[in-house]
């Protein structure tokens, strides 16, 4: 409980009354201050005694709407206050929204006036950041009627918003500029399990667990094919995502990194609905920021999808500039090509050789660099518990190809099989459909290299992009055949 001035005015009335009687001898004025010393003392009391009824009987409602929104809109914000019976005092009651939320401005809070007892207040907050976000209980201020005194004290209900970040729309899944179907909304059916032991490969089904996908046999057959099971053991799927810097590309909210997201949250749908074990590991330019192992508690996926929508870029801010993706492939050998080029000169003695040698000489400080690469590093590192029976899916770019295709080599011999899904720089990059011939051009190239990483056993990789981008750069390569063929004609 606080005093205001009027309570310091009034208590300096009677010590004046009360002085005033000493000095002049004149003792009804005593009579006065000790009749302001009871009056306050009365106040006090009954005060007292109001407000603790209020914050029994006082009913004060937040709510918002809606409660789940994707970073950047708006919520409406009520704050609704009732009494049984009209207030004895004048009330204040306001509310203080999380400090991620942007204020409008509009006014957050309530007066209940004396003798009314319902009042009611709206205003709307933005939020720009997501995450989940809770409100704190309101708070009361009470004033007595003579004005004396007044309190605090917090009261209410509690909402929580559920903030998600911007995702991605139209998303593109597949093979070669082909729609790839990406069904997550799996269903254990009759005696078939999710073992090691593969029973047959067949058409899917709706359904069908996507992680049973053969990705292969449903490039080959141009339509979604499962290979099943005998019942053994379940699978588990380990998510490898990388957000190092190059991920940042793209508009906000359609980035690299949010359409990997969003086919990463799939893969834990898919094993929330299965009950079957399912893992993450971040990765970014200084190595490993997120490691958690597959389990298979509904708790823990909800941990998993909170750790997938927190991972950002290492630099969202960061210009990203252009350099051809097929430069490295074409200038740097692979670990094992260095290897058995380097051996074949050892004694050879020719001028060639000669020449040769001191370019070779450099195979193990090249290795020792691939060691040293982020993604390769996690996961020679990092190796699944049960490698017979843990998928690995890979979520990346094609930024870094040198490392990326040793990690996918490494990652397949540590894991039953390997899914890579790979963003297109090309299809992300600003002004690229500028001129669409060269990004056509760069599309082919990173189809090359896509295939490429197919060429090691159960390794299937995939495009990942805006459906829209892509169709824009395939689209045009068929209108300049058309131009083309009606000119020769």
Known sequence: MRVTRRFWATIGLGGFLAVGAMVVAQPILLVGAAGIGAFILAQQAAFARTVHQLSDDLTIVQSVSPTTVVAGADIDVALEVSSPSPSPVELS???????????????????????????????????????????????????????????????????????????????????????????????????????????????????????????????????????????????????????RSSMAMGDHGETKLDYARQVALGFIADAQQTDSPCGLTAITDGGLTVQMPPEARKEYYERLRSALHAIKPVDEDATMTHTPESTASQTVSTPDQARKRAFRLQDESSHFATHLRPFFDSTTQYIHRINEEPLYHTIRTQPPRDPETNIAVLLTDDSNRVELREAVKLARQQYTQVLVFLTPTVLFEPGTLTDLSTAYTRYLDFESFRRDLMQTRDVTAFEVGPQDRLNAVLDSQTASQGVNQGASS
């Open 93 to 243: 009651i306001s509310t203080t929204p999380p400090l991620a939320a942007a204020d409008s401005g509009e006014q957050r809070t309530v007066q209940l006036a004396v003798n009314d007892d319902t009042a009611r207040q709206s205003f709307q907050l933005q939020w720009p950041v997501a995450g989940k976000y809770e409100f704190t209980q309101a708070t009361v201020t009470a004033s007595d009627r003579a004005g004396f005194f007044e309190t605090t004290f917090s009261k209410g209900s509690t909402p929580t918003v559920t903030v998600k970040p911007r995702q991605p729309r139209d998303i593109h899944i597949g093979l070669g500029g082909s729609q790839v179907a990406a069904p997550f909304g799996p269903q254990q059916t009759n005696d078939r399990g999710s073992g090691f032991d593969p029973a047959e490969i067949r058409e899917y089904v709706p359904g069908d667990p996507a992680r049973q996908i053969d990705w292969k046999a449903t490039a080959r057959m141009d339509s979604p094919h499962v290979r099943t099971f005998e019942a053994e053991t379940d699978l588990m799927t380990t998510l490898l995502i990388d957000h």
